[in-house]
């Protein structure tokens, strides 16, 4: 295998003028220095929140975006003048229900976009059927896209972004507005593409899909490089740190800060749900806190009490949290 | 490739109308082009206190035919940039230029197809007499000012690619039109930097050419008007096509190509 994507001390500035009379220039780091390779043939995971530079990066691998320095090289090619030998073996597919004409069908959208990458009418006509097929639009294909749902112009985003047989596929969050049987839908495609020898970038928010489809994941928080291993080798990083989940009647700030200073809690947050509130907390496995959490927790009425292994959203946010 | 520009000038064009019915398009596209034909056909007719209105009739009616062409070539890419559809076209290998024309192309057929016929009916308001009129010559005049027009919406719509301004940009150049084509105001009654000026505008020689059908027509000035006309299209072509590959670039450079 060899890397078809190189990215060496990426940076990428944007620049911001606020004010009238006296400007005053502002300068953001969206990326600020990353360093990964992507081989071919492999689906690789970029985490993190947003703002993180997840997006910037991508647009930058696209050839939609400068780098402002650093190295951002796309099958051997840089991505910011040698574009040229890059874009017909490339695409992308951005989540959202921007980017397709929704005063036209599906299928007109396919022969406009096939059009796009110069693909000979006899095989972008077979790959149009094959593509709506794929993505569970043959019998809508006709309908104007504006009729469509937010799920369904998403699938045909998808279906936008394999029109020119990519080798190299990026998706920006492209699970986002799909439904579960769609979001299965878009991962079986992702694991087909593998078959395939493709190479896929992915983002998402989504922990479980990232550990369900990546060989390797990047998390990156505030424009750098946080970790970057395989989703089990991510997951041995937090080794030592046991997870508890509770669910009690109520969880107030005070009763948050009391769980954080019991000796060997790394950290606490809650969330609500329908049944209850849900305490999470993550502690250093040889400490056992489950004494003094219970008399903290005393008259809190538990509904449940839950040990739970380490995921990726653990690791995610102990990495995150710590930088 | 030809197959291909159709292809994709007809989807484009399609994108754009299929939410029309066939009545609306006629309505919108002829009503518009003929009430401003009216308005500044009466407002010359107050101001000049002429009866003989056949120089504005021509000029406002090749003028708005031209507007159309320029407004719909140079609005290529605001309308990809505010549906999200501008990143999909400059990742594409596609000739960044090809798109401007195969949008254009369409509208620009429409335009002079409506803008005719508001012509012919403006004229049977205002009286304007064909009898002893070319239709070959004008019909030549028409399709030269539209090459100069698509050259001109070309350059135009290259800067589409670096700000998201394009309506400012394309109502400011049709105001410019207006005041400096000949349509309204006589060129010689400019000042002579606006004389000037007016020789690098598309339209100025179109509509001088096309006003000479109605009174004496003399051959070797009409042939230099037309060449004029011609060659101002082609070095409007040529800078654009140089030019978008460099703004594109700066646009990639500068991240003006969606809000990020």
């Known amino acids: 295998m060899s890397a078809v994507i190189e990215v060496r001390d990426l940076k990428r500035e944007y620049i911001t003028t606020k004010g009238w009379v006296k400007r005053k220039k502002e300068i953001i780091h969206a990326v600020n220095g990353i360093t990964f390779e992507v081989q071919e043939g492999e689906i690789f995971g970029l985490l993190g929140q947003n703002g993180a530079g997840k997006t910037t990066t991508i647009k930058m691998l696209i050839t939609l975006l400068a780098p402002t320095s650093g190295e951002c090289k796309v099958l051997g090619f840089r991505t910011f003048g040698e574009e040229d030998n890059i874009r017909k073996r490339i695409n992308f597919i951005f989540g959202g229900e921007m980017g397709v004409y929704r005063r036209l069908s599906a299928r007109d959208n396919l022969k406009y976009f096939a059009n796009l990458y110069h693909i000979d009418f006899p095989v972008a006509s077979k790959r149009i059927e094959e593509i709506l097929d794929l993505v569970g639009l043959s019998d809508k294909a006709d309908l104007l896209v504006e009729t469509y749902s937010k799920g369904m112009v998403q699938r045909l985003q998808i279906a936008r972004g394999l029109i020119n047989d990519p080798d190299i596929l990026f998706m920006d969050e492209p699970t986002v507005g799909l439904d579960p049987l769609g979001a299965r839908m878009l991962r079986d495609i992702i694991k087909k593409l593998k078959e395939k020898g493709k190479t896929v970038l992915l983002t998402t928010h989504y922990m479980y899909e990232a550990d369900e489809l990546c060989d390797r994941i990047a998390i990156i928080n505030k424009g750098k490089l946080v970790a970057l291993d395989t989703p089990n080798n991510l997951k041995h990083m937090v080794n030592g740190i046991s997870s508890i989940e509770v669910l009690v009647g109520e969880a107030s700030e005070q009763l948050i800060s009391e769980i954080k200073n019991i000796r060997g809690v790394k950290s606490v947050s809650a969330s609500v749900n329908e049944k209850g509130n849900i305490i999470y907390i993550k502690h250093k496995s040889d400490c056992d806190i489950s004494g003094t959490l219970f008399d903290v927790l005393k008259n809190k009425k538990i509904t449940s009490f839950t040990q739970k292994e380490i995921t990726l959203e653990d690791v995610y946010i102990q990495l995150v949290e710590e930088n | ?260």
């Open chain 2, 1 to 260: 490739m030809l197959r291909r520009f159709f292809s994709q000038a007809w989807l484009s064009f399609k994108g754009q109308q299929s939410a029309f019915s066939f009545e609306e398009i006629l309505l919108f596209k002829v009503s518009y082009p003929l009430i401003t034909l009216i308005f500044y056909c009466v407002l010359a007719g107050y101001s000049f206190r002429k009866s003989d209105l056949t120089h504005w009739v021509v000029g406002n009616s090749f003028l708005l035919c031209i507007n159309t062409c320029i407004f719909s070539l140079g609005g290529t890419f605001t309308g990809e940039r505010y549906f999200g559809r501008l990143r999909s076209i400059i990742v594409a290998p596609v000739h960044k230029i090809s798109i401007i024309l195969q949008k254009g192309f369409y509208p620009c057929i429409a335009a002079v197809l409506s803008v005719m016929l508001g012509f012919f009916m403006g004229s049977l308001i205002f009286g304007v007499d064909f009898t002893g009129i070319n239709p070959g010559l004008f019909l030549l005049i028409t399709i030269v000012a539209m090459f100069a027009a698509t050259g001109f919406g070309m350059l135009l719509a290259v800067l589409g690619l670096i700000t998201d301004e394009m309506n400012f940009i394309l109502n400011l150049s049709s105001y410019v039109l207006m005041i400096f084509c000949g349509a309204n105001f006589p060129v010689s009654q400019l000042p002579l930097a606006a004389r000037l000026f007016s020789k690098v505008l598309p339209l100025t020689r179109s509509i001088e050419a096309a006003n000479m059908l109605f009174d004496k027509i003399d051959s070797g000035r009409l042939t230099w008007l037309l060449i004029g006309e011609m060659g101002l299209g082609i070095v409007y072509c040529i800078i654009g096509t140089i030019i978008v590959k460099l703004v594109e670039k700066s646009a990639i450079k500068k991240a003006a190509l969606e809000v990020f």
